[in-house]
C-alpha cells in the first residue's frame, strides 16, 4: 500500500498571508490530485497534476508536482477567510496510468485563516 | 447536473446492530467508490465498482462489511454487526470511468457513531 504523508497537520494563519502544504511519498505516482473538503461535505477537486515537475495556477492557488512524480505542494498566496478548509493530497498509483483510478490519500492538512 | 445523494447524513447505533448506507451517482457515471473517513485522516478506499463488478475490495473488512451495486446505478454498503472504530463518515463518490485522470465527485457522506 502506498502512503502519502502531509504536513504541516494544521495550519492556523492571519488573513493576507502566504502558505504551503507539502504531500510527500517514497512511491512514485502516475497523477496527484489535490482536493478541499469542509465541514459536513466531501472531498471537492481542486487540481490533478500528471506530468513531473508540472505547475499548475489556479486563482491564488499554486500546485507542483515534483520531477520524481513522488511530491507535490501547494502553495496559497494571500490567504482568505474562504480558504478555511481541509486540503487533501490523492496520488494514483502506478507508473502506466493502470491502475484503476484507485486513490491513495494523505491525512489531510487543516487550514484556519483568521480575519 | 444532480450530485452523489447519500442517505442517511448521520446514524447512531449500538455496537453490535447492524446498520446500512445507500448511495446513488451522477446519473451516467460508471465507476462508484465507497471511502471511510476517520476524524482527522483521509478518506480510505473501501471497494470500488465498475458498472455492477468490484474492481477492488482489499480493504473492505469483509467479516463485517458487505456492498452492492446490483443494477450497475446506485449502491448500498452494510456493516454487520458494527464495531466502535467504525464511527466514521462513509463517503460515496462516481466517476465516469477508470481512467486515473477522472475527476471524482464525492456525495456529503454519512456521519455514523457506534456507541
Known amino acids: 500500500t502506498q502512503l502519502l504523508e502531509q504536513s504541516p497537520q494544521f495550519l492556523s494563519i492571519q488573513e493576507g498571508e502566504n502558505l504551503t502544504v507539502y504531500c510527500n511519498s517514497s512511491?512514485?505516482?502516475?497523477?496527484l490530485q489535490w482536493y478541499r473538503q469542509e465541514p459536513g461535505e466531501g472531498p471537492v477537486l481542486l487540481v490533478t497534476?500528471?506530468?513531473?515537475?508540472e505547475v499548475k495556477k489556479l486563482k491564488r492557488l499554486t500546485f507542483q508536482f515534483g520531477d520524481a512524480r513522488k511530491d507535490s505542494s501547494l502553495h496559497i498566496t494571500a490567504a482568505q477567510p474562504g480558504d478555511t478548509g481541509l486540503y487533501l493530497c490523492?496520488?494514483?498509483?502506478?507508473?502506466?496510468?493502470?491502475?484503476?483510478?484507485?486513490?491513495?490519500f494523505g491525512q489531510g492538512t487543516i487550514l484556519t485563516v483568521h480575519p | 447536473e444532480a450530485g452523489v445523494a447519500q442517505s442517511p447524513r448521520y446514524k447512531i447505533i449500538e455496537k453490535r446492530q447492524s446498520v446500512a448506507f445507500w448511495c446513488n451517482p451522477i446519473?451516467?457515471?460508471?465507476?462508484l467508490y465507497w471511502y471511510q473517513q476517520i476524524l482527522g485522516q483521509g478518506p480510505k478506499l473501501l471497494i470500488q465498482?465498475?458498472?455492477?463488478?468490484?474492481?477492488?475490495d482489499s480493504q473492505l473488512p469483509k467479516d463485517r462489511f458487505s456492498a452492492e451495486r446490483l443494477k450497475g446505478v446506485d449502491s448500498t454498503l452494510k456493516i454487520q454487526p458494527a464495531k466502535l472504530e467504525d464511527s466514521a463518515v462513509y463517503l460515496c463518490?462516481?466517476?465516469?470511468?477508470?481512467?486515473?485522470?477522472?475527476?471524482?465527485?464525492f456525495g456529503p457522506g454519512t456521519r455514523l457513531t457506534v456507541l
Open positions: 463518490a462516481s466517476s465516469l470511468g477508470l481512467a486515473n485522470y477522472n475527476e471524482q465527485f
Open positions: 512511491s512514485v505516482f502516475s497523477s
Open positions: 497534476v500528471v506530468t513531473g515537475g
Open positions: 490523492a496520488g494514483a498509483e502506478g507508473a502506466g496510468g493502470t491502475s484503476y483510478g484507485k486513490l491513495t
Open positions: 446519473s451516467g457515471h460508471a465507476t
Open positions: 465498482f465498475q458498472n455492477n463488478g468490484v474492481v477492488d
